[in-house]
């Protein structure tokens, strides 16, 4: 492969859960390993509903990449954006803003590409500054803030019409992010402020939960699914199935149901968890290979996760399709932290067996996906979990999702403070960290005042 | 005093120290109290410097104001920004960016006006946008971002000079506020952070600590000042007393030496911690009342913190200069939370008086400040005290420290948390929350590239 003289050069871009595994797997590698992100953290993204709703601190959920792969010294970590490709070269443009214009640029002789997926707004672009976010800890905070700020705004505002659309909370999507959100709000409305407010009252808050399929949880068994859609109306939550989002504006949503009847509902506080769209990265490398992405942007690579014709740059995670090794056809792999964790340590494998033995490169078994279950908790004691085939539900559910996520919160040193912190709000309904800072208010104003 | 048939109105302007206080002291009096804040929580502003280095999370030391006064029925928070005083028709005007442009209109038959302040830049409001403050929670979270950031940017940029100026850090007034965030940065680049960095060192990383005046932490006795210094310079903090900083730019600081010698350092991070403004309040109130207010925007207010000609309105905290009973002269009292503190339970109970004896108002004896003694932080085991006249350093003074500021987090449930997660930033070094969030990229990229 012509290496040069030092050791050879591995590139991630991506420190959530793909490239981070990669980068772990390559410990042993005789490597230079450089790990390039956005953030100076990694995120346990299914948790970031937690932040969103005031039950978890950013620091429960966020951990600095450097202090992950501290001791690891052959792992070097940039923040900055990746904006471009040159794969004959073999190197990547990274933007930072403290380069104050300038760009740098960043060699590699195997370069893994993990940038995750975002939600869809089905083409409706002018939706996204109106309707709010849990995937990244920006945009969970500034849920966090919304959400409050709703009922702040209840408790100021007398006419009772606008006070109702401020205390309605529509939650666009019921896979397990939509589900949680739901719960979390509900919860939030029901057991956490209750007694806070002496005007309005967030009992009487509305939660809705949309979804244009015909039930909740698709990815699950309909028998999960319709337990998880009793308990979401156990919480009071009004699940619309079979309902699809037509318009959002700063006050109201529109929604049509599937006969065609059309309901407009006021809200100023729209959470959207549905669809997906790969990460920009996708289409940057397909533009510079040539290869094709699908209509959500994900860019379509070999069995052993390699871009076509380039066998020293894998693609994974959100972002990618895996193409089947017999049939040859391009499919997506659900989006879930288990997928881009094992997608990330076969990468790791293989360029760590190759760098090993150069001549061995093209003998990669194809990847496979070992489904070990799937968890979506819904709220305090409630969750449905389907793992190795076994169908939970309830408390023992909810109790398995609990320890399944503290087992993988990586690299999370205070597991034992988070693990008390649920504890304590567990027992108290509380929820320590309600607070309204920036993030929130500067967009806040930006929807309420245009 | 002309009560209308309701129980009388208290109105409380800000939610710090002093107005919670006052607040919490009202408890049993028959009257309607209405807390008024732009936040909706309460912060312990005397550890916002721990948030601003990553020891703590916001959460740790913010609590939601409406939780801090729950139980208490006859009391209800507003979030808003008092704007505007009418003393005749006794009501006041808040605005929120909720109700869409309108303000609304509070009226109240007793006021108390606690708005604290804010640091002067000694007529160069140029400067504000390019420095940084600790003051609130929004700006304690911008000075952690850009404090890592300029970590970050260190590790980028591979000119000396320029790398260098990254890794200078500038804090400006050697008060405990300023004393206190030099030892932050200094452990931050000391302790914390060595190891994570491949290229720039943190280690070579500089903290100065500016001061005009001839000694650090001014308002404590010569000698425990001095074994301050011994202290910072101990943690590789270069104190610079007798210097006054002439000039602000976005990549460097001028000092003047007393001597007149003129001194550039590049730096991308100042701190600002030095000199007094009175919130915007006291001048409102001052305009309103025709009393007048010194050149900090103080509001001199009477013995027993009325406003002249206004018994029912009380000012109080950083905002106001207390006249002398005997001498009529007004006096500025330190800018400390206990001051604030026993001002807030004066008032407190001067108008519980009131209320239960309408006749009795102008009975009240003046306002003294029982001053119990003052603590300032350096860095681990490292503190200076003084208590009831007693001098304390080094770790005695630090556990007394520690001890009083847990005693004190009021209305944290989770005092015990912090506890924990401070024992364990203790023994490990760590800071868990080293993020670069939304507030400081925004900042961020505004000063970087202008």
Do not use: C
Not at 46 to 62: E, H, M
Not at 213 to 235: C, K, N
Request: charged content about 20%; aromatic content about 6%; overall charge negative.
């Amino acid at each position: 492969m012509g290496l040069p003289a030092g050791p050879p050069r591995v590139v991630v871009v991506g420190g959530g859960f793909g490239g981070l595994q990669a980068v772990k797997t390559l410990r042993g590698a005789d490597a230079d390993v450089t790990l390039i992100d956005r953030n100076n953290y990694h995120l346990f993204q299914p948790l970031s509903y937690q932040v969103a709703t005031g039950a978890l601190s950013p620091g429960d959920i966020a951990v600095p990449l450097r202090r992950i792969v501290r001791s690891e010294r052959h792992v070097r970590v940039l923040m900055g954006e990746v904006t471009g490709f040159d794969l004959g070269a073999r190197e990547l443009t990274m933007h930072a803003d403290v380069l104050g214009g300038d760009s740098m640029e960043v060699p590699y002789d195997f370069l893994i590409v993990a940038g995750g997926s975002n939600y869809s707004y089905f083409g409706h672009d002018a939706w996204r500054p109106l309707a709010l976010e849990v995937k990244s800890l920006d945009s969970a905070l500034e849920v966090r803030g919304r959400i409050l700020q709703a009922f702040e705004a209840a408790e100021l505002i007398a006419d009772p019409q606008t006070r109702e659309s401020w205390l309605t909370f529509v939650v666009v999507g019921a896979g397990p992010t939509g589900v949680e959100m739901a719960g979390q709000i509900a919860e939030l409305a029901r057991d956490t402020l209750p007694g806070e407010f002496r005007d309005a009252d967030p009992r009487s808050g509305r939660v809705l939960l949309v979804e244009t399929a015909d039930r909740v949880l698709t990815s699950f068994p309909s028998s999960l699914s319709r337990r998880a859609g009793r308990s979401l109306e156990e919480l009071g939550i009004t699940v619309l199935v079979d309902h699809t989002v037509v318009d959002v504006q700063a006050d109201s949503v529109e929604l049509q149901a599937r006969d065609g009847t059309a309901l407009r509902i006021g809200t100023h506080t729209v959470v959207w968890a549905a669809g997906v769209t790969a990460s920009p990265l996708a289409r940057t490398l397909a533009d510079a290979s040539g290869v094709d992405v699908d209509r959500a942007g994900r860019l379509t690579v070999e069995p052993d996760l390699t871009l076509s014709g380039h066998p020293e740059v894998i693609a994974l995670g959100d972002m990618v399709r895996v193409r089947d090794p017999k049939s040859g056809e391009a499919q997506a792999l659900p989006g879930l932290a288990p997928v881009a964790m094992q997608e990330g340590r076969y990468a790791g494998e293989a360029i760590s067996r190759r760098l090993a033995d150069p001549a061995a490169s093209a003998a990669d078994p194809p990847f496979r996906y070992h489904d070990k279950g799937t968890l979506a908790t819904i709220g305090r004691g409630r969750a449905v979990a389907q793992i190795y085939g076994l169908k939970l539900s309830g408390l023992v559910a909810w109790v398995t999702w609990l320890v399944v996520h503290l087992f993988y919160l990586i690299g999370f040193e205070n597991r034992v403070l988070v693990l008390l912190q649920w504890s304590y709000s567990f027992f108290t309904h509380g929820r320590g960290t309600r607070l309204i800072t920036d993030a929130a208010g500067t967009r806040a104003e930006a929807v309420v005042g245009g």
